[in-house]
């Protein structure tokens, strides 16, 4: 199997490569003043773990999500277009420290960002 029929969660370094990023992104975001508040009274064990799961998925893996749907997950939090915008950088940021190419980078923020309107509440 080439590198394009592979799948994005394979080309990143499976399991362990999402889990390493997923925890080196979290700690950024906690360390950023207009984000952290929103993870206040957050089990980041257990965030940590979803969000490995969401991903494993979204990118193709074997992994299989089972938390609540986005939509409903954040409904009332006040998450601005902003605060999304900010999560995706940091979340690129992340992948720039763990040597992803440009390409694959590319290619998760593309499917981090149709998520946008469910984060925010925003429908168009």
């Known amino acids: 199997m080439n590198a ?22 979290y700690a ?5 003043v207009e984000l952290r508040p929103f993870f206040e009274h ?8 979803m969000q490995n799961a969401f991903l494993g998925q ?3 893996g074997p992994m299989t999500y089972t938390g609540k749907p986005l939509a409903y ?3 009332g939090m006040g998450i601005t277009t ?8 940091h979340f690129l940021e992340t992948l720039h420290d763990f040597d992803v190419s440009d390409e694959d980078a590319d290619a998760v ?11 925010t509440g ?3």
């Open 73 to 75: 997950a954040h409904q």
């Open 82 to 89: 902003h605060h999304f915008a900010k999560f995706v950088e």
């Open 58 to 60: 979204a990118l193709g």
């Open 42 to 49: 957050t089990q980041m064990e257990k965030q940590i773990s």
């Open 28 to 32: 950024r975001v906690l360390k950023d």
């Open 122 to 124: 925003k429908s168009y």
């Open 4 to 25: 394009t029929q592979q799948s994005l969660y394979d080309r990143l370094g499976g399991e362990q490569a999402i889990a390493a990023i997923t925890k080196a992104f």
């Open 109 to 119: 923020i593309s499917r981090l960002n149709t998520l946008s309107n469910d984060i």
